[in-house]
């Protein structure tokens, strides 16, 4: 029976107002006392049931609800013959609760829309070799699938042939398509917006990008801030403190009217879900954009932010070496390059590949006689002539005369933080490159929006050299610069800041940054580094888009201003109410009800507005 009460709580609503106007039309026309009465009773009775029972089940629970408020406040009207006041309360608080979760459902749209991306089919390679459609939980890891034009990519993998643009919006927020060919890595949830693909799975179900994405943001949502926990506890026994000073003011007064008025009035809805209103539209709008906030308690540490420490490798710069200057002395330069790229193709040194992708495609000649010398590069014999390869000692090693100019550009170039490359065909220096890890496209322009944001302290962390820091450090305009740290020496100094009474934050990508993730108030990981800096991080930064990281400063900023102008708007409302009922004759069980239910749409629809929020440039 509960659960039919329960299930039918909607409609339960619509007969009550059905109802009420059926008494009020009567009393308009007819005028019938009985008649309005009676369809006032019914609608009182019927709209009392469910918000009687779900009173029972917390009291059942040791907990004084705002359901048990209402219903005293109820039976009080009916006992003194207040038909029209106790029909009015039943249809507005069940009116009220309606209105809540529709709009409640919308602030938990982000987890809607995400579990409706998930795909739910594959097209799977069967052991004759034809392609069969199954469902995503019959696809295991090694499977080979066949994705066509228009399908969702059913599960992380690799492409085994064919080419094709996909809309990666559901993992990183960007709606642009991104070109992928063999080798490229795909991802479940995205969609193929043209061409064919093979992929090979490698992650499948919960364990895809996606399911992730799915995971944290369910358990974001569900977690609680501390002021959450605040606004419970107040809850908990501000309850039974309205109901305290209902019986006062009844004693004293002895106007029952007065004393459930006064019930109805000091309901704490808009309290109890205002924060966490704004904490679901934030964290759900950040889900959309590619930023997923592990919880609501990390909105409040990211809000009052002042100090952002940034790993370098992989977070402000790309990562990847490759060469950024390019100096050439002398005649046979061609030729020079083709000694060059031919002695890097049989090199692994990180910086080899660097170097053959700035060369391109030139003529490769046969390499003999290799000798490796270690710290400094190598020597080769390149079609009859003697090339050597590496740096400025090695040079000198081989009697290679560099003039004042080259020793001015090797010296220019190692102060901007490059590492040098240099070439040399029979003793005579022809070739001088540097190669440095670039800064990452637009790095300079978000980290400005960071301070516009209130980011008081910029600091970069790295175990690359001091030279090679303070040259990135002096690019992007960073307050400090600190280089030659290992991983200890790096959380050793955000505990310094910390130490120091700085809200701090650090950001990185890597195995090594997992202390500093940990430790900061803040761990910012960026969504393409290791699986150990996103599990430890608060804050991830989907497909390693550093851009995104102002707005998800702006919206943890928005989203405890949201939160505190809903805990003013519950407060002042109740505040008001009380002071009317007590200072004025217009204010009733009704009005204050009407009242009352209007403020908890007001927070609400006030948090909402975080589901479109975004940073102003």
Known sequence: MQRFIFKSKNKIALASGILIAIAFINHWTAGSVFVSDLALIIASIIG???IALQAYQALRLKLVTIDALVTIAVLGAFAIRNFEESAIVTFLFLFGAYLEQRTLNKTRSAIKELVEMAPEAAWKQMEDGEFLEVDVEDVDVGDVLLVKTGAKVPVDGTVLSGEGSINEASITGESLPVAKGKGSEVYAGTILDNGTLQIMADRVGEDTTF???IELVEEAQDSKSEAERFIDRFSKYYTPAVLVMGLLVWLISRDIELAITILVLGCPGALVIGVPVSNVAGIGNGARHGVLFKG???IGDFSRLDTMVFDKTGTLTAGTPSVAAEEYYGEGIKEALGYLASIERESDHPLAKAVLEAIGDVPLSPVENTEVVKGGGVVAVVDGRRVAVGSVSLMERENVKLSAQARADASRLEEEG???????VDGELKIMMGVRDQI????????QRLKRLGVKNLVVLSGDNQGTVDVV???????????????????EHIKSLIDQGRIVAFVGDGVNDSPSLALAQIGIAMGGGTDVAIETSDVVLMNSDFSRLPHALG????TARNMKQNIVIAVGVVMVLLASVLFSDWMNMSIGMLVHEGSILAVILNGMRLLGYRLRR
């Open 48 to 50: 009392a049931l469910p």
């Open 211 to 213: 399911g992730r994405i």
């Open 296 to 298: 609501s308690e990390v």
């Open 418 to 424: 490059h590492s040098l490359v240099l070439t040399a």
């Open 440 to 447: 990452r496209p637009g790095v300079k322009e978000v980290l």
């Open 473 to 491: 450090s002096r690019e992007l305009g960073l307050t400090e610069a600190h280089g030659n740290m290992l991983p200890e020496d790096k959380a």
């Open 555 to 558: 919206l943890a900023k928005a």
